[in-house]
């Protein structure tokens, strides 16, 4: 059955880019369904309003409980107006060739949580935990994963409180600085996820390389043409020697952790040759 994806959101059209490219085409091989939901066919007033003035004062707006909770409950159940049209994919992409198809390559999961029934509802806020690859990792496999996109000031908390009676809940952050609301995150999440789904990629490695998931940032990359603009690609990944460029992209990748993101290295799993390599450079 296709791992489930729902969003609710005042800005259902910020949604469409999951029509496209891979995630279109995940949609279109029966991997991925989405349903995106407008909020306001929740809202009970004549103005459709989802949002109300802060207790204990202060500027802005915060999104009013009664709203997300009908909506929520909704969405789990699918009933009512959650229970409307998925999204299709934009484009026939099925009869594409892709660029990262391999012959005979295992399809490969990551480590599940233990089994719990509930959806997993994902709430972006900038006051969330810093989302991860490993979370990514992790939410590839959940079977249900519902997204709660904030405006204004946010949610009213209690929101997230009584949800977690439906849906186990998690708060997380795309990073330390403050978007207009929770749309753009949910992609960015959500893109990070369905990438990692069995199928979605054709070539595991292309994931299994990347940047996070070995704990290190990933090297530079390259392709024809050999010279460009008088800017060579480094001599060894001319060389056809396997071992020689393995260790030439553990270096870049060593030496490009080390400058730009250099606490990573306290988690990453690091040989003794990797740690000579590092001490070669810092002593240089
Ligand atoms: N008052 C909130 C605060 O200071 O923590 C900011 C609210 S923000 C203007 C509106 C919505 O944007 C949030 O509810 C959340 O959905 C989304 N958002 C903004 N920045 C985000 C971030 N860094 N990560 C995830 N979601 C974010």
Known sequence: MAQRIDVL????EYMDP?????????????ILSVGVHDLRQWAT????????????????MVMKPEI?????????????????????????????PRHDELQGVERH???????????????????????????????????????ACGRYEGIDQRVIEDARRTYRVEEVSVGDYVLIGGEVATLVIAEAVV??????????????DDSFSDGLLEGPCYTKPRV???????????????ELVARWRREASLRRTLQRRPELLEQAGLSQQDREYLTTLEQS
Do not use: C, M
């Open 45 to 60: 007033d004549k103005h459709k309003s989802v949002d109300d003035s802060p207790y204990g004062g202060g500027p802005g």
């Open 109 to 147: 999961r990551y480590p599940s949580a233990p089994a719990d029934e509930r959806p997993l509802l994902i709430v972006p806020s900038p006051a969330g935990v810093p989302f991860k690859q490993a979370d990514a990792q992790r939410w590839s496999n959940e079977p249900h994963l519902v997204f």
């Open 195 to 208: 990438r990692l789904i069995p199928g979605v990629l054709g070539n595991r490695q292309s994931h299994e």
């Open 68 to 96: 997300w909770g009908a909506a929520l409950d909704d969405v789990a159940a699918r009933t009512g107006p959650a229970a409307a049209a998925d999204l299709e994919s934009a484009q026939p992409h099925l009869n594409r």
């Open 228 to 242: 460009w603009r008088d800017l060579e690609v480094p001599e060894v990944l001319l060389s056809g020697n396997h």
């Open 18 to 30: 999951f029509r496209h490219a891979l995630l279109g085409k995940a949609i279109e091989q029966g």
């Open 9 to 12: 959101s005042i800005f259902p």
